[in-house]
């Protein structure tokens, strides 16, 4: 893979990383910039905020979608700025008890709206899905969210095992992904592999609500694991991980 900026609408850009398929974001204003992630540590942190030096010297503010380390553990290549998250994110990052780790300083609860140099941005929070505090970024004058984890394209489909952690809401993710279709945008940006379509989240809503149904029986006792393992619309690996089945 190489890796390179590709400029997905005026002054948008995604980034995509071999290492475990990571896209990050960037959001160019008149003055100002968003970097959208950071990478897992610092010295991946330092090559993304070169990286972004190659396409704009603006001031920048940075935004974290979630706390999972291969997105948030980069941020101090970025200080002194201001970094942006939900605030179980902060809560969570505190909470590994790591020093070298930097943690966001602008924290919001369900809704916050930045101007990047003129550039109105949304940063949304629609209940535990991925995580408890995944943050959908919004540009609505592109029609285009990142949208973190909350939308994986993981040849040939949708979500691999690692989508879904002891910290996901199984049952609130379709909720997540229908107030990522309210918004409008036409392109999605998933935290891992190539833009998607709406389409594509419609597909994944599919998705969930299936493994959802498998899960209730399977805790009723209606059906076993094998069932449920048949019965699955994605891989055994993918099914034990979101019906923690181990």
Not at 44 to 69: K, S, Y
Not at 165 to 172: E, F, M, P, S
Request: some cysteine.
């Amino acid at each position: 893979m190489t890796v390179r900026w590709e400029e997905l609408a005026d002054g948008v850009y995604a980034r995509r990383y071999p290492d475990w398929d990571l896209t990050v974001g960037l959001v160019v204003g008149d003055g100002a910039c968003l970097v959208v992630d950071t990478r897992a540590d610092a010295a991946q942190g330092a090559e993304l905020a070169n990286a972004v030096r190659e396409v704009t010297p603006h001031p920048w503010t940075v935004v974290l979608t979630h706390d999972h380390f291969d997105h948030a553990f980069g941020v101090s290549a970025f200080l002194p700025c201001a970094v942006w998250a939900h605030e179980n994110c902060r809560r969570e990052l505190a909470a590994r008890g790591k020093p070298e780790l930097a943690l966001p300083d602008r924290l919001l609860t369900d809704r916050a709206v930045l101007d990047i140099g003129g550039r109105r941005v949304e940063l949304v929070h629609f209940g535990p899905a991925h995580s408890d505090n995944d943050v959908a970024v919004h540009v609505p004058d592109a029609s285009l969210v990142f949208a973190g984890d909350l939308v994986e394209f993981a040849p040939p489909g949708s979500f691999s095992a690692e989508s879904f952690g002891t910290d996901t809401t199984l049952t609130g993710w379709p909720g997540a992904l229908g107030g990522l279709l309210a918004l409008g945008a036409e392109l999605i940006v998933p935290g891992h592999g190539a833009p998607v379509d709406r389409e594509f989240l419609l597909a994944q809503q599919d998705i969930l609500g299936r493994l959802i149904t498998l899960d209730g029986e399977l805790r009723a006792g209606k059906i076993d694991a094998a069932a449920a393992i048949a019965g699955s619309p994605v891989a055994e690996d993918v099914t034990r991980a979101a019906l923690r089945l181990g």
